[in-house]
């Protein structure tokens, strides 16, 4: 049961374009299309923002965009705006129906 | 508005045990998958269990095998996390959250401190 893997931080100045990767292998990013991405704002629980590589839940931004190439997966965040300065996790269902983390990136909006 | 409450945390002894629960309103839990996912402080997700919507089918991440149990009451709405033999790195805040593919809504968490 291995960790994705996520950059640990990414910058973007307000207006700039930010994309996040997710490495992992062909036993879970590579061989389904049901990645995920979530916002972590400090103190708050996870909140869902992108869904089976590259769907929004209703009312998240199309600021977020998703997508997927082999086994790395990539939250691009376009018009960066202060509220989006938060920690972002990727996750992907894996083999043995595991569900595999990223460690993680805080985004900053300088 | 789907809301998930945890509760069911505070502080144990290493060796101990402690019992979870989250209770789940404005929706039908028996139409969903349910999973429990973890944060130790000041590091990143980490999925711990999850259980099908009849709880004929139940997963866990390697680390709680045979120490954590995952079970539910759909009449009560109520998803649990029995846990036995703690340690000090099962120290996170636990949260529930619906469904299999994609984590839809979760809690806000509730927080377990193993230590002496």
């Known amino acids: 049961q291995s960790a994705l893997t996520q950059p640990p931080s990414a910058s973007g100045s307000p207006g700039q374009s930010v994309t996040i990767s997710c490495t992992g292998t062909s036993s879970d990013v590579g061989d389904y299309n049901y990645v995920s991405w979530y916002q972590q704002h400090p103190g708050k629980a996870p909140k869902l923002m992108i869904y089976?590589?590259?769907k929004r839940p209703s009312g998240v931004p199309d600021r977020f965009s998703g997508s997927k190439s082999g086994n790395t997966a990539s939250l691009t965040v376009s018009g960066l705006q202060a509220e989006d300065e938060a920690d972002y996790y990727c996750s992907s269902y894996a083999a043995r129906n595991n569900v595999a983390f990223g460690g993680g990136t805080k985004l900053t909006v300088l | 508005e789907v809301q998930l409450v945890e509760s069911g945390g505070g502080l144990v002894q290493p060796g101990g045990s402690l019992r979870l629960s989250c209770v789940v309103s404005e929706i039908t839990l028996s139409n969903y998958w349910m999973n429990w996912v973890r944060q130790a402080p000041g590091k990143g997700l980490e999925w711990v269990a999850n259980i099908k919507q009849d709880g004929s089918e139940k997963y866990y991440v390697d680390s709680v095998k045979g120490r954590f149990t995952i079970s539910r009451d759909n009449a009560k709405n109520s998803l649990y996390l029995q846990m036995n033999s703690l340690r000090a790195e099962d120290t996170a805040v636990y949260y529930c959250?619906?469904?299999?593919?994609?984590?839809?809504?979760w809690g806000q968490g509730t927080l377990v401190t193993v230590s002496s």
């Open positions: 959250a619906r469904n299999r593919l994609s984590l839809d809504d």
């Open positions: 089976e590589v590259s």
